[in-house]
C-alpha cells in the first residue's frame, strides 16, 4: 500500500516549502510518481526541483511508478525522454 504522489499539486500547494513538506512523506509510502508541470513536459527549468525528486527514486524499495500525466499525446514520448534522462542520469 503507498501512494502515488502527484508532484505538481504537492508544488502548487507547498511552494516555498515544497522540500521539506517532500521530505516528510515516508520514502516507503510512495508507491509512484505523476511527472508533469501543468500537464505539460517538465523541464529542469520549471519551478519544480525535479532533479531533487529524482533523487529519491533510487533509495526506494520495489516496482516504482512513473506516471508521465501529459495531455498532449504527441508530447508523451518528450515526457518519457524526460523522466528517462532524470533515471538513468
Not at 529542469?44 to 525535479?50: H, Q
Not at 533510487?58 to 516504482?64: K, Q, R, T, V
Request: glycine share 4%; aromatic share 8%.
Amino acid at each position: 500500500m503507498g501512494i502515488v504522489l502527484d508532484v505538481q499539486q504537492l508544488y502548487t500547494v507547498t511552494k516555498k516549502n515544497f522540500l521539506r513538506e517532500f521530505e516528510m512523506i515516508p520514502i516507503e509510502a510512495l508507491k509512484g510518481f505523476h511527472i508533469h508541470s501543468k500537464h505539460r513536459v517538465p523541464d529542469l527549468s520549471n519551478e519544480i526541483p525535479w532533479e531533487f525528486v529524482f533523487d529519491r527514486i533510487p533509495n526506494m524499495d520495489g516496482n516504482i511508478i512513473i506516471n508521465p500525466e501529459i495531455h498532449h499525446k504527441n508530447k508523451v514520448k518528450d515526457a518519457i525522454k524526460f523522466c528517462e534522462e532524470r533515471l538513468h542520469g
